[in-house]
């Protein structure tokens, strides 16, 4: 493989005799699996801002189901 700004390789093949096409395959996977290139992730909401607080569960008819109108939990 190409040398790094180093002088160091990359890329070592230890055993066999890949050919390039195997070797792109490998760079290929490589930095697909590096995901999107060391950018910083995006910031985590605020639980003040999940507008899924808003939402309730349903309402079921029965015995104590005016406490869980209103009470969370």
Do not use: F, H, K, Q
Not at 14 to 37: K, S
Not at 41 to 62: E, F, K, T, V
Request: glycine residues 12%; proline residues 14%; aromatic residues 4%.
């Amino acid at each position: 493989m190409t040398p790094s700004g180093n002088g160091e390789p990359v890329l070592r093949v230890v055993r066999g005799n890949p050919t390039p096409e195997e070797i792109a395959a490998l760079v290929a996977v490589l930095v697909a699996r590096r995901g999107d290139g060391g950018a910083e992730p995006a910031p985590s909401r605020s639980a003040w801002a999940d507008r899924s607080r808003a939402l309730r569960r349903p309402l079921y008819p029965g015995p104590g189901a005016w406490r869980c109108s209103a009470l969370p939990g």
